[in-house]
């Protein structure tokens, strides 16, 4: 500047000090924490969950850790959140998934008209059955969306990865229901998760590397078949997989009969 000002100018200058300006655009997860107050992070225990808990271990201070107990959790389930609660406090939320299944029905992934809840009343079917997100809705959903909306929530985080959904329902910075989500591990896969929780010696459930795809929430569930939760029962809990057994072959004769009316209408 001294260069380009003529001799009489170069009073202009006088007590300014060279300055570098540098700008720092915030990540993803530091601008969601920045336009919010009241923060929850929803703790499921699975894996996913707890790669995204620590992945935000910096921001722990800002935000409360919630885990709701459907009070029929696998010991699996339950050592991980201990694990986990040595190192950040957890509000644990409970519910009753047992009384809501005499109420409802035993969750199933294929339900017969004759045996849902309103249907049973027509019919009269004494065995009960309901779609298995029906139950994860009432055991699950609802209690953390309730306490949600009680504690003043405005920003959920969760350990949702994209390649479990064809088509994800939400995606971080998505707003539902005066929520917005934050997930942070949706871009990883199953192999990524594992990865990070193995190399930094994180707490992780057995049942991933017994091949089940993924953390059952509840060891008297009868859906999600495609879990492989009877093979692990069978293994580790036999009294168990015994009484899935029978709830399973109930289910299965309530379903047949509604095929053979299914095939008899199509053969006419």
């Not at 300006?21 to 992070?41: C, E, K, N």
């Not at 339950?78 to 409970?94: G, L, S």
């Not at 929530?153 to 005066?178: F, H, K, M, N």
């Not at 509840?218 to 999600?224: L, S, V, Y």
Request: glycine residues 8%.
């Amino acid at each position: 500047m001294k260069d380009l000002l003529p001799e009489d100018g170069q009073h202009l200058l006088h007590g300014v000090v060279p300055t570098i300006w540098s700008f720092t655009a915030l990540d993803d997860v530091a601008a969601a924490f920045g336009r919010h107050g009241r923060i929850a992070f929803q703790f499921s225990g699975g894996r996913d969950s707890t790669a995204a808990l620590y992945l935000l271990r910096r921001y722990w201070d800002q935000m409360t850790v919630y885990h709701l107990d459907t009070g029929d959790q696998f010991p699996e389930t339950r050592a991980v959140v201990e694990a986990v609660e040595r190192d950040v406090p957890i509000v644990r939320i409970h519910s009753d998934v047992a009384s809501l299944r005499n109420l409802h029905g035993m969750p199933s992934d294929v339900v017969p008209v004759d045996n849902q809840e309103f249907g049973a009343l027509v019919s009269g079917k004494v065995i009960k059955i309901q779609g298995r997100y029906d139950c994860c809705a009432r055991a699950l959903m609802f209690p953390m969306h309730d306490r949600m909306r009680a504690d003043g929530i405005t920003l959920l985080v969760r350990g949702q990865r994209d390649d479990e959904y064809a088509s994800p329902p939400l995606r971080s910075g998505d707003a539902a229901g005066g929520f917005e989500v934050l997930y942070p591990v949706q871009s990883w896969t199953g192999a990524d998760v594992s990865a990070y929780l193995v190399e930094r010696g994180l707490p992780i459930a057995q049942f991933y590397a017994k091949g089940v795809r993924r953390a059952p929430e509840c060891m008297g569930c009868t859906a999600w078949w495609d879990e492989g939760r009877a093979r692990y029962l069978r293994e580790h809990y036999p009294e168990h997989h015994a009484v899935y057994m029978r709830r399973m072959a109930d289910i299965k004769n309530e379903i047949g009969q509604q095929i053979g009316w299914l095939h008899t209408e199509m053969e006419n």
